[in-house]
């Protein structure tokens, strides 16, 4: 009889990694067609507009490029707290306290300071906020042990409603003749563009240092030694004498911090004002949870797949015009390939043979 | 004063209604050992099933069938993954939550603004729904609110005094002995997940054949999550569901009772996310050893492993 043969994988190679890697998106982008296929959209037609529109022209490019900058930074942060298997789901809301903090910043301290400390104290601010809100979860967790993808995504429910009372309420800007935003931040406090482009690339490069200084620490550090010991063995973790709620804490810094940071980038470098929680993220939090799984969780990988996926909202935006698909299509993307990538690492952590077994007939 | 505690003790209990659902097929999957976070996917599928189906059928019940046959087809990539594949439960859990929402929006989008010209049909029971008060909070509502307290009473019995409710609970416990007793916990596991899948589907259609009667984008509004804080609020029991459920479905009420008073409508919005922490924090000060927690619970299981 034919059968499958399970066994463990001992020596995992790159090129392994990489031939997972492929297969799982090649087979993913199969099974988008399919989707596409019975919801009466040309499949090829779909994924070539996809990524036409995102990889395809200079106005497609910069637009990736503007949307990976959160994605860098937010799934940057979320390696790290996957790694120690700590499910922050919470990014989408600490982004939003990172623009909340960062706008008050801007907002209050903007006229009297110069751009050169006014930028930086607002990314400070945003960090803080990000932090804050990402140590609740953490706490909850260790003291508590309480669920922190159920802690964190309540969280991020609150906070949009949080948003929203503020924009509605205190915070209405008195320029903006009664609609829900805030003042427009003042010229000091708006992170500049480069030319022709919406790419602020002041975050960019906060963006891209950052996860290289983590991609060290958790390679080349003993704190990130600690990270990796508690996601892969917490009994030994534990032996080994490490203290789990610093090191929980530190890692919820890091990850809601960035998202901080992230939301900074999107209110004073897009937007400019702090206006509905939807159009300040639209979704930046979750989808960088897929940037974390596709970068294997490593830093460094993230930029690439932060670029990856940035390119698919971009094009996922390009094919709801022009193929007016709803915008729930670019989580189709997600899910699936989401999906896939799991499946892949199946294969890559074991070894699966077709094999004759000649003992039962 | 009789007429608005009547209608918001309804309204309790409508609101109530998917939460005790997706909350028992919860138990169940978790009682097995398998962390199911794709209720919120799963849910949504259900809804725009249901609604779809409905509307080119005009009968709701056709529409219940079929979110239930959608729900649990699409829980099987769940439980291939975290169960065949050993793959994290959690992550598996998001992607299929993900997979769900989209699926759902693409398929939904053509129903949005399109409500049913009918929808299911309140039983009222003969002499009972009679009673003052009692009678038109309890015995005049939706097929849907019947069948989630049938269901919760009948998968408690089943859980608690069956041969088959041991040998779920004992996959979650201990999937080693049970395999050594013959039984293959692969098999068990998968068809509580798809179960669970099941109960959420119906929870979906309630949604939008019942409780109300349209489609809209992201109408789960987060349930699918309070139910896994349900879940572990119901310390796995279906019974204990009934109560966190429609403790729940009376938050959800008091906002359209608070808002005349000039509260913030956005704040009130917050209050079932902000009593969901609530619980799990009052959960938590509670004996961790009488929680009742499956053992197992998130652990993939290997077949053959020592």
């Known amino acids: 009889m034919l059968k499958l043969k399970v066994t463990d994988r001992i020596d995992v190679l790159p090129r392994h990694s990489l031939l997972s890697l492929v297969f799982s ?53 979320l390696a790290v707290a996957f ?33 050169p400390v006014i930028v930086p104290l607002m990314f400070l601010a945003g960090f803080v906020g990000g932090a804050i809100w990402g140590l609740i979860p953490a706490i909850l967790k260790i003291k508590f042990s309480i669920n922190e993808v159920i802690s964190t995504l309540m969280l991020n429910y609150i906070c949009n409603e949080f948003v929203k009372i503020l924009i509605v309420g205190p915070w209405r800007g008195k320029t903006k003749h009664g609609f829900p935003y805030t003042d427009d931040l003042p010229l000091s406090a708006t992170l500049s563009v480069l030319p022709g482009s919406r790419i602020h690339y002041a975050t960019l490069i906060v963006a891209v240092v950052t996860v290289i200084l983590l991609g060290i620490a958790i390679y080349k ?4 030694y600690e990270v990796r010991v508690i996601g892969e063995n917490p009994d030994a973790a534990r032996y080994s004498g490490i203290d789990f709620f610093k090191t929980t804490l530190i890692i919820m810094v890091i990850s809601g911090g960035m998202a901080g940071l992230a939301g900074v980038g999107e209110a004073a470098g897009i937007h400019h004002y702090l206006s509905y929680p939807e159009s300040i993220s639209s979704g930046y939090g979750y989808t960088a949870i897929i940037v974390a799984w596709l970068a294997k969780l490593n830093p ?37 390939l989401l999906v896939f990538l799991i499946m892949g690492d199946f294969f890559l952590k074991n070894r699966v043979a077709l094999q004759w077994d000649l003992k039962r007939n | ?61 056709f529409g219940l069938v079929a979110a239930i046959v959608a729900a649990s087809l699409i829980s099987v990539i769940h439980a291939f993954a975290s169960i065949t594949l050993q793959a994290s439960q959690v992550v598996s859990g998001l992607a299929l939550t993900m997979l769900g929402l989209g699926i759902s929006g693409l398929v939904g989008k053509p129903y949005i603004g399109k409500p049913l010209t009918i929808k299911m049909q309140n039983w009222a029971i003969p002499v009972l729904s009679d009673i003052p008060i009692v009678g038109p909070i309890l015995f005049d509502r939706s097929p849907f609110f019947y069948m989630a307290i049938v269901l919760a009473a009948l998968a408690w019995f089943t859980l608690e005094y069956t041969r088959l409710g041991i040998t779920i609970r004992s996959a979650g416990e201990n999937p080693m002995a049970t395999e050594t007793q013959g039984i293959n916990v692969y098999r068990v596991r998968y068809w509580c997940v798809i179960i669970g899948g099941a109960f959420s589907g119906m929870a979906g259609a309630h949604l939008s054949t019942s409780y109300s009667k349209s489609w809209i984008e992201g109408m789960t509004a987060g349930r699918g999550w309070i139910v896994i804080a349900l879940t572990i609020f119901a310390l796995w029991n279906p019974m204990r569901a009934i109560i966190g459920a429609f403790l729940f479905g009376g938050i959800f009420v008091i906002q359209y009772l608070l808002q005349p008073l000039g509260i913030s409508p956005n704040f009130l919005a917050m209050l079932p996310y902000i009593s969901t922490l ?10 961790s050893r009488k929680m009742n927690a499956p053992a197992m619970l998130a652990e993939p299981y290997r077949r053959g492993e020592r």
Request: charged content about 10%; proline content about 4%; overall charge neutral.
């Open chain 2, 278 to 287: 609530f619980v799990l924090f009052i959960g938590a000060l509670r004996d």
């Open chain 1, 25 to 77: 998106l090649a087979a993913g982008l199969l099974a988008i067609s399919v989707i596409f296929l019975f919801s009466g959209v040309n499949p090829l037609y779909a994924i070539f507009k996809i990524f036409s529109g995102s990889f395809g022209s200079l106005y497609g490019l910069k637009e990736t490029v503007t949307k990976a900058i959160p994605l860098i930074l937010i799934g940057g942060g």
């Open chain 1, 300 to 336: 460094l990988y993230v930029i690439l797949s932060a670029l990856f996926f940035a390119g698919i909202l971009v094009g996922g935006d390009a094919i709801q015009i022009s193929l007016g698909l709803p915008a729930a299509t670019v989580q189709v993307f997600n899910g699936t």
């Open chain 1, 83 to 115: 790694r120690a298997k700590f499910w922050n789901i919470g990014a989408e809301s600490q982004l939003l306290m990172g623009a909340i903090f960062g706008t008050w910043v801007g907002l209050n301290w903007g006229p009297h300071l110069p751009w």
């Open chain 1, 221 to 224: 550090t003993r704190f990130g």
């Open chain 2, 1 to 61: 004063m009789e007429d608005i505690i009547i209608s918001v003790a309804q309204r309790t209990l409508v609101a109530g209604t998917p939460l005790l659902l997706g909350t028992i097929g919860e138990v169940i999957c978790e009682r097995s050992g398998i962390l199911n976070l794709g209720v919120e996917g799963v849910m949504s599928v259900g809804a725009v099933t249901a609604f779809i189906i409905t509307f080119v059928t005009g009968n709701p019940w």
